[in-house]
């Protein structure tokens, strides 16, 4: 517990010694859309609450909100094609859509194409 928060949170205490450790806290206004991007998806937060901390130049970012996942399409290289063109005797188009349907796993794209 801090000094002078003798059961209760006293706000201007906390600020106080936030700004004696150098910490300052803003909230960013008018936030549209935070996008976080990963491999294998993006992480969409529309109207998202978004506080920043400066700790001595190190800043932190807060994202607040309920993310809508994307998940990626997996876009099959040239060399996987053509494996799977040769070990099917499929069409080039077939070969990318049973690889992007299999998230890029070359033997379950070869599978659904044999079944």
Do not use: H, W
């Amino acid at each position: 517990m801090f000094p002078g928060m003798r059961g209760g949170f006293d706000q201007r205490k906390m600020d106080q010694l936030m700004k004696q450790m150098g910490i300052d806290i803003e909230e960013l206004e008018d936030v549209e859309e935070v996008i976080i991007k990963t491999a294998e998806k993006d992480l969409v937060f529309n109207k998202a609450e978004v506080t920043v901390m400066d700790a001595k130049g190190q800043k932190t970012y807060q994202v607040i909100g309920n993310p809508e996942e994307i998940k990626k399409e997996v876009e099959p290289d040239e060399e996987d094609i053509e494996f799977v063109m040769e070990q099917t005797d499929c069409s080039e188009d077939e070969a990318i859509q049973a690889l992007k349907d299999n998230e890029g796993d070359i033997a379950e794209a070869i599978i659904s194409l044999e079944d």
